[in-house]
């Protein structure tokens, strides 16, 4: 793949998707760079790593870095997680700060202003899930207006843009990108235009195992999890994927393998769809489970399975 040349007026950079759990930030770059490179599930705390997403436009590439939600942390994952959140917004030459829409700001939205303030990035603040407001009375529109409202209090003093969109429905992205590109400086092509995605495809098929599990299992099991690829083999025809799901107790590992291995069955059966639409070929899954306890409290263990503080 070939870096081109920019022309003079090309512009490039760095956009951090910064905001509380849950509001969408992983669908949204899905949605921006038109392919699903992030995870995302209606499970809060769905991304613990960075990730880059690779917008190419004929104007300007804009390198959009995934973060995950900003909430108080609870050991030392979360602690990671937060630190490394606090740091990709210092690094980047414009924030989103996607919040939900649909609600007016709260003490947590805040708290997240407060951080890109002092940082001095600039930020556009963008209100999501848009698609969910209904406006069929009198009501309907005096509580956008004070939504609205809420968040330009919060953005005036600092000079922050606002956008309304919605992440599925894909209203109102086209102005986003518009003004994305307007805070961009001038500059080259970081990537290949034909690249949307920084992280290495193992690294997507982890992440694609770790998605069906939030979405198949309850509350229990989905933060205490981490998956492995152990091996990828390139065959002609086929790609064999062999990965270990690690959990942190044994009941989880019960839960997770299912009545008669059904659950870890349904599990790899998804995620192998969706592996084979990330290589566009032929995929074949085995999973295993391993207890691993208190894998979430050891420093060398969150390294080991990628978790770094950057
Ligand atoms: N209706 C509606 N739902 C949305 C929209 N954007 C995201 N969602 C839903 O909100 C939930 C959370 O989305 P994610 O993209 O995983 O959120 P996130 O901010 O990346 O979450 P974390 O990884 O926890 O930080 C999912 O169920 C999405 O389908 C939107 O524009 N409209």
Request: net charge neutral.
């Amino acid at each position: 793949m070939l870096i081109p040349s920019a022309s003079p007026e090309f512009k490039s950079g760095f956009v951090a998707l910064v905001g509380r759990p849950n509001v969408g930030k992983s669908t949204l770059l899905n949605t921006l760079i038109g392919q699903k490179i992030a995870i995302t599930s209606p499970v809060a705390q769905t991304t613990r790593n960075r990730l880059q997403g690779i917008l190419t436009l004929p104007e300007a590439q804009i390198i959009l870095v995934d973060t995950p939600g900003i909430h108080k942390p609870h050991h030392l994952l979360g602690e990671v997680i937060v630190k490394n959140a606090v740091g990709a917004i210092a690094s980047v030459d414009l924030v989103v700060w996607l919040v939900d829409g649909t609600v007016e700001a709260g003490k947590g939205d805040r708290f997240i202003a407060d951080i890109i303030a002092n940082a001095g990035t600039p930020a556009i603040v963008g209100l999501n899930k848009i698609d969910q407001l209904t406006s069929e009375s009198l009501d309907d529109e005096l509580k956008q207006s004070k939504i609205l409202a809420s968040y330009r209090d919060i953005a005036k003093p600092h000079d922050w843009d606002l956008a309304r969109f919605s992440a599925i429905t894909k209203e109102g992205l086209d102005k986003l990108q518009e003004m994305m590109c307007n805070h961009l400086p001038v500059g080259p092509y970081y990537y290949p235009p034909e690249l949307v995605t920084d992280q290495p495809e193992r690294f997507i098929m982890g992440e694609l195992v770790r998605e069906q599990i939030m979405l198949h299992t309850h509350e229990e099991v989905p933060h205490s999890v981490a998956v492995g690829i152990d091996r990828v083999d390139e065959q002609p025809k086929i790609t064999k994927v062999m990965a270990t799901i690690y959990v942190e107790r044994d009941s989880q590992k019960g839960i997770l393998i299912g009545k008669k291995g059904q659950m870890l069955k349904d599990i790899g059966t998804k995620a192998r769809e969706q592996m084979q639409k990330l290589i566009m070929g032929a995929v074949h899954l085995e999973l295993f489970v391993k207890v691993q306890p208190n894998w979430r409290s050891s420093r060398a263990q969150l390294t080991d399975f990628g978790y770094r503080a950057e």
